[in-house]
């Protein structure tokens, strides 16, 4: 059964701090992973993904992940959060018919 | 270019009524379709999936029901509320074919059952 595990709930950092969102999975064969971002009371908007190739991928916003295959991890991290960036933050992994997410992590921005 | 609708935006309903999200894709044929409930402070669940017209996959028991019956029209329905079913609802689509393929989510119906 695939799963994610997004262990942190709620993460605050400065603005032009630094960010990085931790995201674990468990998948039994070759990961499609996602990285989505929600506004309040909105849907939700696909930051990145990584299916093969290069382990760091760009998305869109400045943000970048790395997955890493033996630590099962795909991070998402930003070089300088800025104030519009406070949203939650979704991990997901896609098998052969359905995607699971993660809990979710709240990203709060403190000017 | 492809859009997504749901409605109604938002719903409040009593204990016991009934309910129908409606759900419709714009710009492309024979999209998966996804209903994903969303409780407050949690995660995604997965509540229902289509491949195609006429064909429901249920992810969770529970009082809701799904169908499908036309290739891009995805309607989530259930004969009594409960309390328990407040939350926030999302539809989505993805092109099928390609598990490299994201999904695309609508803005969501917020229903609070009273």
């Known amino acids: 059964a695939q799963s994610v595990t997004q262990p942190d709930i709620h993460i605050t950092v400065s603005e032009g701090a630094s960010l990085e969102l931790r995201c674990n999975y468990s998948?039994?064969?070759?990961?499609?992973l996602f990285w989505y971002v929600q506004s309040p009371g909105q849907g939700l908007q696909l930051l990145l993904k990584?299916?093969?190739?290069?382990?760091l991928v760009q998305g869109i916003k400045g943000f970048e992940a790395e997955f890493k295959r033996s630590q099962s991890s795909f991070n998402l991290r930003k070089p300088s959060v800025h104030w519009s960036d406070a949203a939650e933050y979704f991990c997901?992994?896609?098998?052969?018919?359905?995607?699971?997410f993660g809990d979710g992590t709240t990203l709060t921005v403190k000017p | 270019s492809q859009t997504i609708h749901q409605w109604p935006a938002t719903l409040v309903q009593p204990v016991g009524s009934p309910l129908s999200l409606e759900c419709t894709v714009e710009?492309?044929?024979?999209?998966?379709l996804y209903w994903y409930r969303q409780a407050a402070g949690r995660g995604l669940q997965l509540l229902f999936y289509?491949?195609?017209?006429?064909?429901i996959s249920s992810e969770v028991p529970q009082n809701l029901s799904a169908s499908r019956p036309q290739d891009r029209q995805f309607i989530l329905s259930s004969k009594k509320l409960l309390l328990s079913d407040s939350g926030f609802y999302l539809c989505?689509?993805?092109?099928?074919?390609?598990?490299?393929?994201?999904?695309?989510f609508g803005p969501g119906t917020r229903l609070t059952v009273l």
């Open positions: 289509s491949v195609g017209i006429g064909q």
């Open positions: 990584y299916f093969s190739g290069d382990t």
């Open positions: 997901a992994v896609k098998g052969a018919s359905k995607s699971t």
């Open positions: 998948y039994g064969a070759t990961p499609y």
């Open positions: 710009g492309t044929s024979n999209p998966n």
């Open positions: 989505a689509w993805d092109p099928g074919l390609e598990r490299n393929n994201e999904q695309f």
